[in-house]
Nanobody, 121 residues
Framework: QVQLVESGGGLVQPGGSLRLSCAAS????????MGWYREAPGKQRELVAL???????NYAESLKGRFTISRDNAKNTVYLQMNSLKPEDTAVYYC???????????????WGQGTQVTVSS
């Protein structure tokens, strides 16, 4: 089993920044990819970014240049730096872990509880 705990969400004004953290524990040696997904009201869950154990990254095309995923192996933590935030970035952000490389949420075995990000003036 793998446990994932997200933190760092909150309310931010348009143009602002936030950094989300995802701390992993448990059988993390089995994990190949860590991803950030988001789900806005009335919309499907969508991939934001993922990073593999070999530091390969993949981003949603529309978010490239504003969001950056990174990892600290010593802390078993994955980060999502979000800059130039827009109201349409408002969503619940979830951290997820997979034993495979995949952009499909169905391939992720473990999920955190989610953290709310609200971008509003």
């Amino acid at each position: 089993q793998v446990q994932l705990v997200e933190s760092g969400g909150g309310l931010v004004q348009p143009g602002g920044s936030l950094r989300l953290s995802c701390a992993a524990s448990g059988s993390i040696s089995r994990i190949h990819a860590m991803g950030w997904y988001r789900e806005a009201p009335g919309k499907q869950r969508e991939l934001v970014a993922l990073i593999t154990s070999s530091d390969t990254t993949n981003y949603a095309e529309s978010l490239k240049g504003r969001f950056t995923i990174s990892r600290d192996n010593a802390k078993n933590t994955v980060y999502l730096q979000m800059n130039s935030l827009k109201p349409e970035d408002t969503a619940v952000y979830y951290c997820a872990a997979s034993r495979l490389y995949s952009t499909s949420p169905g391939q992720y075995d473990y999920w955190g509880q989610g953290t709310q990000v609200t971008v509003s003036s």
